[in-house]
């Protein structure tokens, strides 16, 4: 198996590894139809590996570093040079080899190398990447929740077809008045474990965001 640097050709691979590692994780929401990219406004320069056995992608790993401007006014931690983990997938058929942590020794190399003040990753809670992120020597920083549901004291609305004009209408069921839109099931962030008894929850994820410093 070889570590090497993300190119062009790869993409196809590299979003069909991706989306079947994610699709029965906690991150089955995280799929995309092509390479996630990395906005020249936000980083000044990325990491971008892959795992490769018999000429295919088997594994991916993305980091992203901020510009300095970003990174001193990043909320997790300011400092000069902060990296985000954006990306880590190992294809199913070759989980549990080892191929996480080869990824990633090889990007801690170049984070070194850029002289990276600290990495930022969020993952989810059940997700495996979590017993990962503390070997590697992350230290968890803080936990919310992210729930899909309704919450309880919200209005509800009233579903109407307005043939005559051909669209939907939408009415509040409490003061009547039309609205433009609804949320039938949201994504909503919560910051403390007690609140979540303020939702009609269908599910319920625990986020946890990690934290790794280098010394510089």
């Known amino acids: 198996m070889e570590i090497r640097n993300y190119i062009h050709s790869d993409e196809k691979e590299w979003v069909y590894t991706k989306a079947l590692s994610y699709l029965f994780s906690p991150f089955f929401d995280d799929i995309s139809k092509t ?11 990325s990491i ?13 790993l993305d980091i992203g570093i901020y510009t300095k401007e970003m990174s001193q006014k990043y909320n997790y931690y300011s400092a000069d040079k902060v990296a985000y983990f954006t990306n880590l ?4 058929d070759h989980q549990n080899k080892g191929i996480a942590s080869k990824l990633f020794k090889e990007a801690e190399r170049q984070l070194v190398k ?10 989810r809670d059940g997700d495996a990447a979590n017993h990962l992120y503390k070997k590697w ?9 992210l729930v ?11 579903f ?14 409490i003061t009547k008045n039309e609205i433009p839109y609804y949320l039938s099931t949201g994504v909503y962030i919560v910051s403390k474990e007690e609140n979540l008894k303020l939702f009609d929850i269908e599910e319920v994820y625990k986020e946890t965001t990690y934290l790794k410093i280098y010394s510089v």
Do not use: C, M, W
């Open 48 to 60: 971008e590996l892959v795992a490769i056995e018999d000429n295919h992608v088997i594994g991916l």
């Open 137 to 145: 020597g992350a230290e968890e920083l803080i936990q919310d929740f």
């Open 160 to 173: 109407d077809v307005d043939v005559k004009n051909k669209r939907l209408k939408f009415t509040d069921s």
């Open 89 to 92: 997938a190992v294809h199913p």
């Open 35 to 45: 390479k996630d990219t990395f906005d020249n406004e936000l980083y000044q320069s």
């Open 148 to 158: 899909i549901g309704t919450p309880k004291n919200s209005s509800h609305f009233i």
């Open 114 to 123: 850029q002289q990276v003040n600290a990495l930022a990753i969020f993952t």
